[in-house]
């Protein structure tokens, strides 16, 4: 009966919502997850929960105008899905990336709901974003374009009401930018309407580093629970962007060694280990390519062709982006050995893969309960603004491992709870699909 109710809703999601993949895959796992939980508690299905949750509150498309450096008028398409509400008011990031469509930004919205839920925190779920490519644009273009994304996405947002953050494509100097004309237009020096500020006008420590640090925290816990740990671990790190790149840093920290990491035009295999300080200067100062570290660091090897899972690792962390893990890489990454897997990225692994990695009975974290430590930190962030405090860089930190701790806790209690003993999957899409809906159910019908 239950599971009759989940298959029905996948139909209709497919149905209503043509030719949006990622948000039929994402949709797709949740739902296969919840059939033993309506059955314990049939209200819930009375209630037309999943139907709601499937079903974002708001989405919000828009045109965004603006000039390049020659000139020349571009438009781009911005995006707002504001997914649900119950828990507090939508929280999420704004990617800017070409790949960027409404089904794309839905999955996103949806998978943030649930790992928001996860979080403990007062925040709901939304993701937004704009098909514009910040690659080779200057930084007045980048200025322009997030203030023309801002004219229009002001109206929607606001500390009490929708709170973007950062996403691929989206940093510091991005939220600088629109954070600067959402204060110009509404005259209002709102810090809570926007995280992953800089740390001098608002920011939060540990905010840069949140997501890449909480995916290994994640991964200790995970190995820990095994009576493991990531010391004297051979790692692969896929991505060099923010998440990978502070992945990495904390990896060291514990022990590890990472002997891999990438971007679009290929990896980097440096078996004595990734330079940190290189990478940093390489990735974050001159916004220079994986090409470029290997050019500057003797012994390492750039590769444009052939798989970064195929070099043999213990632990790997995809932080890249969706899909960018599949079966085939799955199994190579379990015949090398491969004890750890945990999702820095939203939704890297594709279902095939997430299946080899279930059989195999390695520990497999999911982004929406291994990557939500930036999510999380983001809370923290509002939590300093809306006290008007600024914490210091231990007493975050500290926070950040505590909650990665907890949800871990709670993914394996919910899988253990629902019959599925160590599966992170199982787990955290129940345990967060409890909190929102309890939630939901005691909002009324809205
Ligand atoms: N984009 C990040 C995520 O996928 C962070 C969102 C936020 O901090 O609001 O969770």
Known sequence: ??????????DTVVARNPGETEFHQATKEVLACIPPVLAKHPELAEHKVLERLCEPERQIIFRVPWTDDR???????????????ALGPYKGGLRFHPSVNLGIVKFLGFEQTFKNALTGMPIGGGKGGSDFDPKGRSDDEIMRFCQSFMTELYRHIGEYTDVPAGDIGVGTREIGYLFGQYKRITNRYESGVLTGKGLNWGGALVRTEATGYGAVFFTQEMLRARGDSLDGKTCVVSGSGNVAIFAIEKIRQLGGTVVACSDSGGFVHDPTGID??????????ERGRMADYAARKPGSVHSTTGRIWDIACQVALPCATQNELDGSDAKTLVDNGVVAVAEGANMPSTPEAVEVFLQAGIAFGPGKAANAGGVATSALEMQQNASRDSWSFEHTETRLGKIMASIHDECLAAAEEYGAPGNYVTGANISGFQRVSQAMVALGLV
């Open 1 to 10: 009966m239950s599971e009759d109710k989940a298959t029905q809703v996948y």
């Open 71 to 85: 000139g020349e008028i571009q438009i781009n398409r911005g995006f707002r899905v504001e997914f649900n509400s």
């Open 276 to 285: 940190l300080d290189l990478l940093k200067q390489v990735k974050l100062v």
